[in-house]
Protein backbone atom coordinates (compact mmCIF):
# COMPACT_ATOMS: atom_id res chain seq x y z
CA UNK A 1 0.00 0.00 0.00
CA UNK A 2 1.37 3.61 -0.84
CA UNK A 3 0.15 6.80 0.25
CA UNK A 4 0.86 10.09 -1.09
CA UNK A 5 0.46 13.54 1.01
CA UNK A 6 0.18 16.35 -1.31
CA UNK A 7 0.63 19.90 0.69
CA UNK A 8 1.72 23.15 -0.40
CA UNK A 9 -1.49 24.25 -2.36
CA UNK A 10 -3.45 27.21 -2.12
CA UNK A 11 -4.16 30.72 -3.83
CA UNK A 12 -1.44 32.73 -5.09
CA UNK A 13 -1.23 36.17 -7.08
CA UNK A 14 -0.21 35.85 -11.30
CA UNK A 15 3.39 35.64 -11.26
CA UNK A 16 3.76 34.43 -7.67
CA UNK A 17 5.46 31.26 -6.59
CA UNK A 18 4.13 27.81 -5.35
CA UNK A 19 5.99 24.92 -3.64
CA UNK A 20 4.19 21.53 -3.70
CA UNK A 21 5.18 18.77 -2.08
CA UNK A 22 3.82 14.64 -2.48
CA UNK A 23 5.25 12.44 0.53
CA UNK A 24 5.19 8.79 -0.21
CA UNK A 25 4.92 6.46 2.36
CA UNK A 26 3.81 2.90 3.15
CA UNK A 27 4.78 -0.84 2.64
CA UNK A 28 6.67 0.38 -0.93
CA UNK A 29 9.31 -1.44 -1.48
CA UNK A 30 11.40 0.95 -4.65
CA UNK A 31 10.12 3.81 -5.83
CA UNK A 32 9.95 4.43 -9.91
CA UNK A 33 9.44 7.61 -11.51
CA UNK A 34 7.51 10.61 -9.90
CA UNK A 35 5.91 13.45 -11.17
CA UNK A 36 2.05 16.09 -10.85
CA UNK A 37 -0.83 15.95 -13.16
CA UNK A 38 -3.45 18.36 -13.43
CA UNK A 39 -6.88 18.99 -13.65
CA UNK A 40 -8.69 22.19 -14.07
CA UNK A 41 -12.43 22.43 -14.82
CA UNK A 42 -13.85 21.74 -18.34
CA UNK A 43 -9.86 20.37 -19.59
CA UNK A 44 -8.30 17.75 -20.23
CA UNK A 45 -6.27 16.16 -17.47
CA UNK A 46 -2.52 17.11 -18.27
CA UNK A 47 0.56 15.61 -16.96
CA UNK A 48 2.37 18.57 -15.68
CA UNK A 49 6.00 17.17 -15.19
CA UNK A 50 8.09 13.87 -14.27
CA UNK A 51 11.02 13.14 -12.85
CA UNK A 52 12.56 9.48 -13.10
CA UNK A 53 14.73 7.51 -10.71
CA UNK A 54 17.89 8.52 -12.37
CA UNK A 55 16.63 12.28 -12.27
CA UNK A 56 16.28 13.23 -15.71
CA UNK A 57 13.55 15.35 -15.64
CA UNK A 58 10.46 16.29 -18.51
CA UNK A 59 8.12 19.40 -18.73
CA UNK A 60 4.37 20.22 -20.46
CA UNK A 61 5.15 22.95 -22.86
CA UNK A 62 2.83 24.98 -20.98
CA UNK A 63 5.26 24.89 -17.86
CA UNK A 64 8.46 24.57 -19.30
CA UNK A 65 10.68 27.50 -18.13
CA UNK A 66 8.57 27.98 -15.07
CA UNK A 67 8.20 24.70 -13.01
CA UNK A 68 11.17 22.54 -11.82
CA UNK A 69 10.36 19.18 -10.27
CA UNK A 70 12.72 17.78 -8.14
CA UNK A 71 13.21 14.91 -5.28
CA UNK A 72 14.18 13.93 -1.93
CA UNK A 73 14.86 10.18 -2.53
CA UNK A 74 15.81 9.74 1.51
CA UNK A 75 12.38 11.52 2.36
CA UNK A 76 10.36 10.08 -0.91
CA UNK A 77 9.59 12.79 -1.78
CA UNK A 78 9.06 14.78 -4.51
CA UNK A 79 8.41 18.36 -5.51
CA UNK A 80 6.47 21.00 -7.53
CA UNK A 81 8.05 24.78 -7.34
CA UNK A 82 6.04 27.01 -9.86
CA UNK A 83 7.11 30.45 -10.43
CA UNK A 84 5.42 32.65 -12.40
CA UNK A 85 2.37 31.10 -11.96
CA UNK A 86 -0.68 32.42 -14.54
CA UNK A 87 -4.48 31.89 -14.10
CA UNK A 88 -4.39 29.36 -16.52
CA UNK A 89 -2.75 26.93 -14.03
CA UNK A 90 -5.44 26.79 -12.04
CA UNK A 91 -6.29 23.33 -11.14
CA UNK A 92 -6.26 21.09 -8.83
CA UNK A 93 -2.93 19.08 -8.92
CA UNK A 94 -2.77 15.43 -8.13
CA UNK A 95 0.98 13.77 -7.57
CA UNK A 96 1.53 10.36 -9.06
CA UNK A 97 4.14 7.74 -8.41
CA UNK A 98 4.91 4.44 -9.57
CA UNK A 99 5.77 2.00 -7.11
CA UNK A 100 6.70 -1.43 -6.62
CA UNK A 101 5.67 -2.98 -3.35
CA UNK A 102 8.20 -6.10 -2.88
CA UNK A 103 11.11 -7.01 -4.64
CA UNK A 104 8.81 -9.72 -7.04
CA UNK A 105 6.24 -7.50 -7.58
CA UNK A 106 4.65 -5.37 -10.46
CA UNK A 107 5.19 -1.72 -10.70
CA UNK A 108 2.11 0.27 -10.30
CA UNK A 109 0.97 3.76 -10.42
CA UNK A 110 -0.53 5.49 -7.50
CA UNK A 111 -1.91 8.59 -7.07
CA UNK A 112 -2.59 11.50 -4.31
CA UNK A 113 -5.94 12.86 -3.49
CA UNK A 114 -5.12 16.54 -5.20
CA UNK A 115 -4.42 19.55 -3.80
CA UNK A 116 -6.24 23.27 -5.34
CA UNK A 117 -3.93 25.38 -6.63
CA UNK A 118 -5.70 28.62 -7.59
CA UNK A 119 -3.93 31.65 -9.46
CA UNK A 120 -6.12 34.90 -8.92
CA UNK A 121 -5.72 38.43 -8.57
Known amino acids: QVQLVESGGGLVQPGGSLRLSCAAS????????MGWYRQAPEKQRELVAT???????NYADSVEGRFTISKDNAKNTVYLQMNSLKPEDTAVYYC???????????????WGQGIQVTVSS
Open 26 to 33: GSIFRLGS
Open 51 to 57: ITTGGST
Open 96 to 110: ITAARLNAWGPVRDY
